[in-house]
């Protein structure tokens, strides 16, 4: 059912943990399941230097966090911005479709994180 990496990113999560005094925090969960994460972030001149995640749920939510916190590390808030659910889930080797909404949830909750850093922060730019 789960693809090699998405049981990789399972067993042996990347990034697990909160940071003390973060930039941001964005908390996304999807209610039907019950899956909920929430993300910190650590920006130093516009680009994400550090990121953990707690997350409870499944093997594909917590997978998905994972991999996301992998592709927006050392990345610029609007190229971060720009991850989907889609690229999380491409870079697990898939997912099936009815655990899509834990790629979404990841997606979510980095959004929310950078819209809560620029809105605490004082950033022209506002998150989509």
Same mark, same amino acid.
């Given at each position: 059912m789960y693809s090699k990496k998405v049981i990789e990113n399972f067993e042996n999560p990347a990034n697990v %943990? *909160? &940071?003390e005094d973060p930039d941001g925090?964005? &908390?996304? %969960?999807?209610?039907?399941? %019950?899956?909920?994460i929430e993300l910190h972030i650590k920006v130093v001149d516009d680009t994400i230097v550090d990121i953990k995640y707690k997350t409870f749920g499944c093997a594909a939510a917590v997978a998905s966090s994972s991999m996301?916190?992998?592709?927006?590390? %050392?990345k610029r808030l609007d190229e971060a911005l720009s991850l989907t659910m889609y690229d999380v889930a491409e870079s697990l080797g898939g997912l099936p479709e009815? $655990?899509?909404?834990? *790629?979404n949830m990841a997606e979510d909750? =980095?959004? =929310? /994180?950078?819209e809560d850093y620029r809105n605490n922060h004082g950033s022209k $730019?506002? /998150?989509d």
């Amino acid at each position: 059912m789960y693809s090699k990496k998405v049981i990789e990113n399972f067993e042996n999560p990347a990034n697990v %943990g *909160s &940071i003390e005094d973060p930039d941001g925090v964005g &908390i996304a %969960g999807n209610p039907e399941c %019950g899956d909920t994460i929430e993300l910190h972030i650590k920006v130093v001149d516009d680009t994400i230097v550090d990121i953990k995640y707690k997350t409870f749920g499944c093997a594909a939510a917590v997978a998905s966090s994972s991999m996301l916190t992998q592709l927006a590390i %050392g990345k610029r808030l609007d190229e971060a911005l720009s991850l989907t659910m889609y690229d999380v889930a491409e870079s697990l080797g898939g997912l099936p479709e009815r $655990k899509m909404h834990c *790629s979404n949830m990841a997606e979510d909750a =980095l959004r =929310l /994180a950078i819209e809560d850093y620029r809105n605490n922060h004082g950033s022209k $730019k506002a /998150a989509d």
